[in-house]
């Protein structure tokens, strides 16, 4: 009886201690990182959260076409931190939207880098398949 309850107490104990070493499924700071329209992505060690909503605006020149206007997509994304939640407009370019390209929020800068797929003539992109990268850093000392 004493052997079957050691037994099973370090099956608990293992599975336990397995659960606390996987590593957090997430982004590193300081480091792009690509984000799928739709999804979350935590960075464990800040206990930060970043949501990026389906894209609705992509004004881009599609390739294969000659535009008079390059335009522009803008991404939103949903910053949590401490249970605080704030939202975040970036643009792939921000002379034609005067939305920016980067901006600071609570201690974090947030930047885009790319924003894919680029449309290109003949075919439509879903607001869903978007995925951004993004380079998120720590701005407090």
Same mark, same amino acid.
């Given at each position: ?6 037994? %099973? %107490? =370090? ?10 070493? #996987? ?35 992509? =004004? ?20 949590? =931190? ?13 002379? %034609?939207?005067?939305?920016? #390209? #980067? ?5 974090? =800068? ?5 924003? #894919? ?16 990268? %993004? ?7």
């Amino acid at each position: 009886m004493l052997q079957r309850f050691l037994f %099973l %107490l =370090s099956i608990l104990f293992i599975t336990v201690s397995c659960e606390q070493e #996987n590593p957090c499924d997430g982004f590193e700071l300081g480091k792009p990182f690509e984000i799928p329209a739709g999804k979350t992505v935590k960075n464990c060690l800040e206990d930060i959260s970043i949501t990026m909503l389906p894209v609705e605006y992509d =004004s881009r020149c599609p390739t294969g076409a000659v535009c008079i206007w390059a335009g522009y997509a803008q991404i939103e994304l949903l910053f949590s =931190s401490l249970g605080k939640e704030v939202s975040i407009s970036l643009s792939t370019d921000p002379g %034609l939207s005067k939305i920016p #390209n #980067n901006v600071s929020v609570e201690g974090y =800068s947030f930047q885009l880098l790319e924003l #894919n797929p680029y449309p290109a003539l003949g075919s439509t992109s879903n607001s869903k398949e978007y995925k951004a990268k %993004l380079l998120i850093e720590s701005v407090l000392p």
